[in-house]
């Protein structure tokens, strides 16, 4: 009997039956031993037999009960690809094991991100199918920096010395043939025009410095594909023993400096191309950096100092002037100012005080304070914006799919031409020599490389430059789907306005004071959890209006409330809620009419049956709001205003910021209905909202925006979300994807058109293999470069 125990997450649980329900489902099966699942945490703990019940058993139990267990996502450290072939025959194999949902190969990060069902695959047969395709893989338990760097440095040096080596080796082979072309004959010339010494020369470049090749061809074809390495392989091996024939021989044809050259060359190219990929990630080291490596603790009565990984939730911390704030947590004693820039991208300090929320990475500017850990280790804000932006950078745009398959054709496509190319020349033209060293050509320049990292290193730049201006995007294809929007649907409370409602005006009649109106209003209101009941109270509060409890209370939903105050019966709401308690509204219509074009939100006062105030309440205008709309006109985008205000106040405030297209009277529930509608007519839409209240309509759009502080926004709400609540981050976001995609189809461009043009030329003997492996090896390198110019983005 072999008792095994797991932990399963189950979404979709709302109540004790739901849970309880799974429960009886799981210990019905035969081979559970114990199965208890816990409402609060969503959670399942079971414990079985392995070798009556599996654990995907167990997961299509609980799918079967009508919940839901969310796929778990595992990152494989890939070692040996070289090329885009590499990463799409990899891709290919891990895609192909049972139960996994979807693989993506990340060749400029040398990393698999696999997602599957929970239990639906073991790891140790996702790391044998890559081994068995010629690659070596290891999970990535937590991402290390310190040993990425170290991997880095180590690969670097690894090909510093080999082009350093290489470059002694070659360059007196380089020599020997300008020697022997100018027809020198003198001591120098002999010795270096001599077969054996080229042989001596060039055999260690072959074997020892490209060993690397041979290897990677090796484990290529073993795995059952073709990569870049056995182009090379092929291609430098074909010179060098065409040329120890002609040495046999006594011919006097060499061309152990192709060989030769052609190796240095590309080892210098992957030189540059080291050192540029390791550019590409600088985001996240960044980020990774904000993070304190410890804490002060008060344990016992004493402050320690822990590493941070030793933290606990409800460890009470101490913050002094000038650190970083380690964790995610609540003031408990104490106040400062804090800077949140890193999170929000605002430089103006925050001030906090006894039960405010702290971040972790965000720096204490002044005062000391201690606060309660509540959330620790990958549940940080911090954590969850690294998370964000690691999966965003691997993963892969639409645009990618034909570079896709394309490498995985490309090497053997390149083979055959450069067999036709021989064959052409020896059988046709009977000119061997010339037939080989155009085939040679073609084999060395043809370069998949630079079709696999046109994407990826294009999105990793921009998605992390994305998170420096406080934007965290999901993935590459919704920075694709970004650049295609011609619509954006702007939500109005708290999006184009701050959603903190200000009492405007108040309005007294039949001889009441406008005072005694607010206090009125304000005591009834102070019952209330309606925002905009709140912001009376607040007015009242900030008057230092004395406030009294109400006798009775009701609230009305959708029209206002009903009160009994000091003896009087007391309505405050909107005029339907007048209309069907026979109250008479028509002498104050034409103040309602203009408090409305005016933005504001007007609600009457009735006293036992007769009108005795109004009080407007409007929500402020961002700052940002106006200019932010300009932009996105003045790129052609379609503005459009979703509100539940009605059409006068929903105009007014629309036209205060620019926008003509305006949707109102919207509930909540109906947003996303309004963004199918204009789905439907052909649009590529865009939504705008909180990411909490808008979830459908975000959701339902083409890009989903959650605009927030970035603490009390739901992250998985949206496509893209904007940590500062500023409306600048969504032309910023669509700016930045304009740019970015624009940067993928230059280094698409690129990569086709150097592959398209390059390849004949080699094949009809316009270039020398030399410099076609210079091509080659720069070809990639010119790629990486012109994706880290998204770094200059502002």
Known sequence: MASKKIDIDVMGMTCAACSTRVEKALNKQEGVENAVVNLLSNRATVEFDDEKIKEGDIINVINKTGYEVPPVNKTLLIEGMTCAACSTRVEKVLNKVDGVTKANVNLSTNKAMIEFPSGAVE?????NAVEKAGYKAELEIERDLDREKELREKEIKSLKTSFIISAILSIPLFSAMFFHMAGVHNTLGNILNNGWFQLALATPVQFIIGARFYKGAYNSLRGG????????????????????????????????????????????GKLFEAVAKGKTSEAIKKLMGLQPKTARVVRDGNEIDLPIEKLEIGDIVVVRPGEKVPVDGIIVDGHSSLDESMLTGESIPVDKTVGDEVIG???????????????????????????????AQ???????????????????????????????????????????????????????CALGLATPT??????????????????GEHLERAHKMDTIIFDKTGTITKGEPEVTDILSFNNIEKDEVLRIAASVEKASEHPLGQSIVKHAEDKNVKLTDTESFMSISGKGLAAVFEGKDVLIGNRRLMRENNVQIETNEDEMLRLEQEGKTAMLIALDGVISGIIAVADQIKETSLNAIKELQAMDLDVYMITGD???????????????????????????????????????????????????????????????????????????????????????????????????????????????????????????????????????????????RLKNFK
């Open 123 to 127: 790891v140790d047969t996702l790391i």
């Open 225 to 268: 594909g073709a990569n870049m390495d056995v182009l090379i392989a092929m291609g430098t091996s074909a010179a060098y023993f065409f040329s120890i024939y002609n040495l046999l021989i006594g011919v006097h044809e060499y061309y152990f400096e192709s060989s030769a050259v052609i190796i240095t060359l590309i080892l210098l």
């Open 361 to 391: 990475a965000t720096i204490n500017k002044f005062g000391s304070f201690k606060f309660e850990a509540r959330k620790i280790g990958k549940d940080t804000v911090l954590s969850q914006i690294i998370k964000l932006v690691e999966e």
């Open 394 to 448: 691997g993963s892969k745009a639409p645009v990618q799919r034909l570079a896709d398959k394309i490498s995985g054709i490309f090497v053997p496509v390149v083979v055959v031409i450069a067999l036709v190319t021989f064959f052409g020349f020896y059988l046709i033209g009977n000119d061997f020599n010339t037939g080989l060293i155009n085939a040679v050509a073609v084999l060395v320049i043809a370069c998949p």
């Open 458 to 475: 294009a999105i990793m730049v921009g998605t992390g430059k994305a998170a420096e201006n406080g934007i965290l995007i999901k993935s």
């Open 646 to 788: 009605n059409e006068r106040t929903a105009k007014a405030i629309a036209k205060q910021v620019g926008i003509t297209n305006v949707l109102a009277d919207v509930l909540p529930e109906n947003k996303a209905e309004a963004v199918e509608k204009l789905k439907s007519e052909g649009k590529h839409v865009g939504m705008v909202g909180d990411g909490i209240n808008d979830a459908p309509a975000l959701a339902a759009a083409d890009v989903g925006f959650a605009i927030g502080t970035g603490t009390d926004v739901a992250m998985e709400a949206a496509d893209i979300t904007l940590m500062k609540g500023d409306l600048n981050g969504v032309v910023t976001a669509i700016r930045l994807s304009h740019r970015t995609m624009k940067t993928i189809k230059q280094n698409l461009f690129w990569a086709f058109f150097y592959n398209t043009i390059g390849i004949p030329f080699a094949a009809l003997g316009f270039l020398d293999p030399m410099v076609a492996g210079a091509a080659m090896a720069f070809s990639s390198v010119s790629v990486v470069t012109n994706s880290l």
